[in-house]
């Protein structure tokens, strides 16, 4: 296991650890009731409730879609960037030559790395050239959910 994998297990982790941690420190202090203003309606304990959680997943998900400790859209174009680097690397002949032996070359390194192209991105419509990492799909199911949720943002 990789470091890249290790961290998006201790991310996993933490958040299921954090939202525990709502819960019972939510449920805990809804009991005691100073939140409440001395009203014990279910409506307004579950809408407090669903506040404190809501905002808990908001700004996990924020920092694990944004945090550099989780490198999968800002990885992928540093993968896509070492590939291109290797590929003119070991025919530096077919730079500018228009032969496409670089560009393939690029495609079968991202799709070793664990990429598929993918020209379903805007931002690979307007170049869906090899080069571009926002052409690229990773095959792992959580990293390809990450990845769409960081490009919403980007």
């Given at each position: 296991m990789n470091i890249p994998d290790l961290t998006v297990i201790e991310m996993i982790a933490l958040f299921a650890l954090g939202f525990v941690m709502v819960v019972a420190g939510g449920v805990g202090f809804m009991r005691s009731n100073p939140v409440l203003m001395e009203s014990r309606h279910r409506l307004?304990?579950?809408v407090v409730f669903?506040?404190?959680g809501f905002m808990f997943v908001a700004g996990i998900g924020v920092h694990f879609t944004g945090?550099?400790?989780t490198s999968f859209l800002k990885g992928q174009m540093q993968r896509a960037s070492q590939c291109e680097l290797t590929s003119e690397s070991a025919h530096p002949e077919a730079r500018g030559a228009g032969s496409g032996v670089i560009s393939r070359q690029i495609v079968a390194c991202m799709r070793t790395a664990g990429y598929n192209w993918s020209e379903?991105?805007?931002?690979?419509?307007?170049a869906?050239?090899?080069?571009?990492?926002?052409c690229y799909e990773p095959v792992a199911w959580f990293d390809r959910a990450v990845t769409t949720t960081q490009l919403m943002f980007d």
């Open positions: 307004s304990l579950g669903a506040a404190a945090s550099s400790n379903r991105t805007a931002q690979c419509q307007d869906p050239v090899a080069t571009n990492g926002y």
